[in-house]
């Protein structure tokens, strides 16, 4: 192993959040894939940007293909395809955990992407018009009213049910709502599915605002995986064909992984309790210990911020921590090494260089939850390799969220029907076992990744440090 550069930042973080990311009671699956995965060269420059545009938003196991594996930015976004309409057409859409509602650009979008730097993908407009299973929702329906928490001011007899959806990094998206056919792949045996489809209510994209009309890692669309009741998750749990219970394993050597909506039976995961009728996916934090070293921190900093708890988001790609966790966490790691020679620049950005073994060297450092659940993040995870850039990251004050990175080659359940979140180390290029609630039969659901080109900007030197710990609005340049 050469000699290699490598980074220790932080900041002590400021905004609202807003996360990009996807359906089983028997079971289904999604090829899921993320943008840049593998161990493929992301820039730091490139996460905190990608997390700066984000934090402004009983059937068989559905099997969903993942991808994310490519070119030039390399940030954490995981897409997965689906089919909509009849005829069915292929449409590829960002996964996240942390929104509600599944939108595609529809023909007459203007602003939109018309074109993407994401693998060799080309993107394409849906246009109801041309599926005969199209239909238009009306304002005065009750998907309608649910979303817009009451009945429509205005609306008149047959008119659409518009809908306008602002994320906080100022981006957005403006249309109106129909109703079509979406195709899945439906688990029928071991590693094997059959196709599986239901009738979705979902956004028209009229017109894209913001980082959302760019090229820039642009798709055809969002699905969203949060817990609403108007999301395409509880559309089909409340139709009866699936449980409210979903989960993701993101690969981190090999890109894509595992992504499933259903009931899995195995492995077993240890699980704690999700924050009651907060509006992501939270989970009380009580400890944080550095290697063996359990940090004094006052309860009261794992309950600040806008909402109680550690917000669970793979849509987000870096970890932020308050500086009450991140300041003394950050002094056991960098002081675990006697000869450190660190280069402070900008009064922000701790540079140092390392040619011994990162895992061996520095501390895991483990985040305690309720119920005695832990998340190891290892060396690897948290150091970020050095590179020469200038950065801009915005703050989220008080707020702690747990990102891709640190949930990649994790094993993550989201259970919403008895309102818990499990996780484990895992390795995502495996399977897991689904049982399908109709039979009785238990399943396995193996990794996807649906690209077909290799990781490209490889580490030469073999490790690829990818946790930032943050803490404030800041720019930095590192040079030696």
Request: net charge negative; with cysteine; charged share 15%.
């Amino acid at each position: 192993m050469g000699l290699s550069n490598f980074i220790f930042v932080f900041a002590v973080l400021v905004l609202a959040i807003f996360s990009s990311t996807a359906f089983v009671n028997g079971g289904g699956v999604f090829k899921v894939k993320h943008k840049f995965g593998g161990e493929a060269y992301r820039s730091l420059k490139d996460l905190t940007l990608h997390d700066k545009n984000r934090h402004g938003r009983f059937l068989a196991a559905i099997d969903v293909p993942l991808g994310g594996d490519g070119k030039a930015t390399g940030t954490g976004l995981y897409y997965t395809k689906l089919t909509i309409g009849t005829p069915s057409k292929d449409y590829y859409l960002h996964v996240d955990t942390g929104s509600d509602i599944l939108w595609v650009n529809c023909a007459q979008c203007s602003p939109c992407a018309k074109e993407t730097d994401i693998d060799d993908l080309t993107l394409k407009l849906y246009d109801p018009r041309s599926s005969s299973t199209a239909e238009l929702v009306p304002c005065s329906g009750g998907y309608c009213t649910e979303f817009n928490k009451g009945p429509i001011s205005g609306c008149v007899s047959n008119g659409v049910c518009a809908y306008g959806l602002q994320y906080g990094d100022g981006s957005g998206s403006v249309g109106y709502f129909v109703q079509d056919v979406i195709g899945f792949d439906q688990v029928s045996g071991n590693l094997q599915t059959t196709t599986g489809n239901s009738s979705i209510t979902f956004g028209c994209g009229l017109e894209q605002t913001g980082n959302l009309a760019s090229s820039a890692g642009a798709l055809d669309g969002l699905i969203g995986f949060g817990a609403s009741s108007t999301s395409m998750l509880s559309q089909l749990a409340s139709s009866g064909k699936v449980k409210k219970k979903f989960a993701h394993c993101l690969d981190g050597k090999n890109g894509g992984g595992i992504f499933a909506i259903g009931d899995v039976v195995q492995p077993k995961l240890k699980t704690t309790p999700l924050v009651p009728n907060a509006s992501h996916y939270n989970v009380n934090m009580e400890s944080v210990k550095v290697g063996d070293t359990v940090l004094n921190i006052p309860k009261q900093v794992f309950e600040a911020g806008s909402g109680k708890g550690a917000i669970i988001d793979s849509g987000t790609t870096l970890t932020y921590l308050p500086g009450a966790i991140f300041d003394p966490l950050r002094q056991i790691i960098l002081t675990s090494q006697a000869n450190l020679s660190l280069h402070l620049v900008d009064n922000l950005l701790d540079c140092f260089k390392f040619d011994n073994s990162i895992d061996e060297s520095f501390p895991t450092v483990t985040f305690g939850f309720e119920n005695s659940l832990e998340l190891n993040v290892y060396p690897h995870d948290y150091l970020v390799p050095y590179d020469s850039e200038k950065l801009q990251s915005d703050a989220v004050k008080d707020l702690i969220i747990l990102g891709d990175l640190v949930l990649t080659n994790k094993l993550v359940l989201y259970d919403l029907e008895n309102q818990v979140l499990g996780l484990s180390d895992y390795n995502c290029s495996s399977t897991i076992r689904m049982k399908d609630e109709t039979t009785g039969t238990v399943n396995q659901v193996g990794s996807h990744n649906l690209s077909s080109s290799p990781a490209r900007y490889n580490m030469d030197f073999g490790i690829v440090m990818k946790l930032f710990l943050a803490s404030l609005i800041m720019f930095f340049h590192c040079t030696w």
